[in-house]
């Protein structure tokens, strides 16, 4: 069986430290990590551009249509000197990349090795330029950059409130996304998501001097949080990356890591077949409890040696703030941190935050954010809209997480009103899972079919969701324990915890639900269920997909992208940050999933051939990570842990790292440019040593079944179907 308290707890230990995103579960010290064949591995080049300073993630890359290049300083060190111990946006002064396809427009990076390297900025070329960094005060001082507000104004800090918080307030930027006002394109605003709870999205002005350079006007940003539109959404949380839609709007999703309702392998018929859910239950089943980040703790005294890693659950911080974010009173909280004394007055629907949210009107004043609640609810990284703009492509991290994707009727903004937008959500089936049995990853290309979840408007989901607000804490202790909890708090809420732990949280949607759509999903289709039961695959999109036996075993699907105007022939890039656990044979894992590939700790970017019909039915694996046992000598110049993927109008594609550095001579994440091997001319060298198309791997590969060794190139020309 698989040790779900030892993965869990792990995990929750990174995130404790980062604050935000996290890695996985792989560490350099597991000592039977096995060397997988091919990995790392690269067809084509990978170059480094940039590392960033100790602590930090590269997140929400940007290239501007001159070829500069930005992203967000993501939760660095608070021992770095400044201005590198405090997070926030810049670009890279004095550099462009040519946009022609080649990575010879700059020289590699060296490694970070001396402590002043490692807690900097460093590019290949240029200097990182601050544009904004968190707490700045904008809107006229009336805000500070990147904190949200309760409705009175009141920044939501634990310099004023109690509770558990989701990361330092400010302390996550991540996508960044360009609207440009003017023809040109020198002027316009940045949108920035914040991966916080309460989550928030800013808006700063900026534009270009005559001399190249980018300035921000921090006097007139804003934050879409603190806006009525925003909170009349019930505002956001985790906003992670996004992506720039094709009609020109910021698109931000949200990683709502703490929506599992089962852990990791498991599925909800596991669970009705058991008669307990002890071994299985996941975060969001515990939403509306009283103090919810609580509950491993909390499981962890009620069974002892019994107890297990309940996913998500970390993910619960700062529900609290939330609420007070929509206008709840703070409860009475102890100078040590939360309580357990419940919220009842005004409390977060957990139905209504892990969505992809599209910023319409983006230069508005406010703008108006809506939510694609059709397209499916998980821990989003981002969205990747195709060119017939019906087409959707999502990435949803975490472990046992999936891709998914959403095809509407009609264009997305052909429709009147958002909240009409009608369409298929789909869970992707891999069905060559024997052929790809114990093999590298590398080695293999992964088939793939997707199965239709369901139909609905934008609207009806949202009508569903509906039902499940003005739920608060207290309904979890009445509905699930018989003790007063007036009378007993301790006793009630223990009652409470065991009996939403054996039978499922009655507040929301249950575990007989969802077996039932799947039993008549199997018998009738997608289309054949009782319509009471329709809204079960859009608000429980993972425990769905995996009842009806997807392939929901991805570890961290963090990122999604294809160039802009993408057609057929053009290539969809899926970042997988780790292929282990559930996705591989590894020994404890070797039935529990479909695919069992061999173990890559350091993830594999995978891209699929976009069809004439925009869709996707292959994934081809183009970077494969190293082992969490490399030593230095590999591990330093390979692509550990990818996170965001950014196509750029050349084809290639910029690789952040999320990375556990495994065993790296330096403890700093990077950004990559990867090159594809058609991008090389007839004239240009395709062997670089070490790292590039034909390294040292290439022969191994001919002893693999299932994958060619010579890939044809395929050109990325624009297509008739670009607008």
């Known amino acids: 069986m698989v040790d779900l308290t030892r993965r869990n707890l792990m995990e929750a230990s990174v995130a404790a430290a980062l604050g935000a995103s996290v890695t996985g579960v792989a560490s350099a010290a597991?000592?039977?990590?096995?060397?997988?064949?091919?990995?790392?591995?690269?067809?084509?080049?990978?170059?480094?551009?940039?590392?960033?300073?100790?602590?930090?993630?590269?997140?929400?890359?940007?290239?501007?249509?001159?070829g500069s290049l930005l992203y967000s300083l993501q939760h660095p060190s608070r021992d770095n000197p400044a201005p590198y111990d405090e997070a926030g946006i810049g670009y890279f002064s004095g550099f462009q990349f040519e946009l022609d396809g080649s990575n010879d427009d700059f020289d590699e990076l060296s490694t970070p090795q001396t402590n002043a390297e490692q807690?900097?900025?460093?590019?290949?070329?240029?200097?990182?330029?601050?544009?904004?960094?968190?707490?700045?005060?904008?809107?006229?001082?009336?805000?500070?950059?990147?904190?949200?507000?309760?409705?009175?104004?009141?920044?939501?800090?634990?310099?004023?409130?109690?509770?558990?918080?989701?990361?330092?307030?400010?302390?996550?930027?991540?996508?960044?996304?360009?609207?440009?006002?003017?023809?040109?394109?020198?002027?316009?605003?940045?949108?920035?998501?914040?991966?916080?709870?309460?989550?928030?999205?800013?808006?700063?002005?900026?534009?270009?001097?005559?001399?190249?350079?980018?300035?921000?006007?921090?006097?007139?940003?804003?934050?879409?949080?603190?806006?009525?539109?925003?909170?009349?959404?019930?505002?956001?949380?985790?906003?992670?990356?996004g992506d720039l839609s094709p009609w020109e709007t910021m698109l931000s999703s949200e990683e709502n890591y703490a929506h599992p309702r089962v852990s990791l392998a498991a599925t909800v018929g596991d669970i009705v077949e058991a008669g307990t859910g002890k071994g299985r239950r996941g975060a969001h089943e515990f939403w509306n409890r009283p103090n919810p980040s609580a509950i491993q703790s909390a499981i962890d005294d009620y069974y002892g040696d019994e107890s297990w890693g309940i996913q998500g659950y970390w993910a619960m911080t700062g529900v609290e703030f939330l609420a007070y974010y929509l206008g709840s009173d703070p409860v009475d909280q102890g100078a040590d941190g939360n309580t357990t004394e419940p919220i009842d007055d005004v409390y977060p629907n957990p139905y209504r935050y892990g969505y992809h949210v599209d910023v319409r009107e983006p230069t508005a004043d406010p703008p108006q954010p809506v939510k694609y609640y059709v397209m499916g609810r998980a821990a989003w990284e981002a969205p990747d809209i195709q060119s017939d703009k019906k087409t959707v492509y999502g990435c949803s991290d975490g472990d046992s997480k999936g891709i998914y994707k959403f095809v509407a009727d009609e264009p997305i903004d052909s429709y009147d009103d958002p909240m009409d937008v009608a369409g298929t959500l789909y869970a992707p089936k891999v069905t060559n899972e024997e052929a790809a049995r114990e093999l590298p990853p590398a080695a293999v290309n992964l088939e793939l079919?997707?199965?239709?979840?369901?139909?609905?408007?934008?609207?009806?989901?949202?009508?569903?969701?509906?039902?499940?607000?003005?739920?608060?804490?207290?309904?979890?202790?009445?509905?699930?324990?018989?003790?007063?909890?007036?009378?007993?708090?301790?006793?009630?809420?223990?009652?409470?915890?065991?009996?939403?732990?054996?039978?499922?949280?009655?507040?929301y949607i249950t575990d007989a639900e969802i077996v039932r759509w799947a039993d008549q999903y199997e018998a009738n289709g997608p289309d054949g269920v009782d319509p009471a039961l329709r809204r079960v695959p859009f608000l429980e999109t993972r425990a769905a997909a995996k009842e009806i036996g997807a392939t929901i075993e991805f570890n961290k699907a963090e990122g999604v992208d294809s160039v802009d105007g993408a057609g057929p022939g053009d290539y969809v890039y899926f970042a997988i940050s780790e292929l282990n656990d559930d996705l591989s044979a590894e020994e404890g894992y070797e039935d529990v999933g479909d695919v069992q590939l061999e173990r890559v700790d350091g993830g594999v970017v995978y891209r699929a051939e976009l069809e004439a019909d925009f869709n996707v039915s292959e994934l081809e694996p183009v970077i494969v990570g190293p082992d969490a046992s490399d030593p230095a000598a590999v591990a330093d110049d390979a692509l550990i842990n990818v996170d965001n993927v950014l196509v750029m109008d050349d084809g290639r594609v910029l690789c952040c790292e999320d990375a556990d550095q495994f065993g790296r001579s330096y403890s700093n994440d990077c950004l990559y440019v990867y090159e594809p091997p058609e991008n090389d001319s007839p004239d240009r060298p395709t062997d670089h040593p070490g790292r590039g198309h034909g390294g040292a791997g290439d022969d191994a590969a001919d002893g693999f079944p299932g994958r060619p060794t010579d890939q044809p190139g395929r050109g990325r020309g624009r297509t008739d179907n670009d607008d």
């Open 449 to 507: 079919e997707w199965l239709e979840l369901g139909h609905a408007t934008n609207r009806e989901v949202e009508a569903w969701i509906a039902k499940y607000d003005g739920i608060t804490q207290t309904d979890y202790l009445e509905t699930h324990a018989e003790t007063d909890w007036e009378t007993d708090l301790e006793t009630a809420l223990e009652e409470a915890d065991r009996e939403v732990v054996e039978n499922g949280n009655q507040d």
């Open 30 to 66: 597991d000592p039977d990590d096995p060397d997988t064949p091919l990995a790392p591995h690269v067809d084509g080049e990978l170059k480094r551009f940039s590392s960033t300073a100790l602590g930090a993630e590269v997140t929400g890359p940007f290239v501007f249509g001159d």
């Open 119 to 241: 807690q900097t900025v460093r590019g290949a070329d240029g200097e990182y330029t601050f544009l904004a960094q968190a707490h700045e005060p904008i809107n006229g001082g009336t805000e500070e950059l990147g904190v949200v507000q309760t409705p009175d104004g009141e920044n939501i800090t634990t310099d004023a409130f109690a509770g558990t918080q989701y990361g330092d307030a400010a302390y996550n930027p991540d996508c960044n996304q360009f609207v440009p006002t003017t023809a040109d394109g020198t002027e316009g605003y940045l949108f920035t998501n914040w991966e916080n709870s309460p989550g928030n999205v800013s808006r700063i002005p900026i534009s270009r001097t005559d001399d190249g350079e980018w300035e921000a006007d921090l006097e007139n940003a804003i934050n879409l949080a603190n806006t009525e539109p925003m909170r009349e959404l019930g505002g956001t949380r985790i906003n992670c990356y």
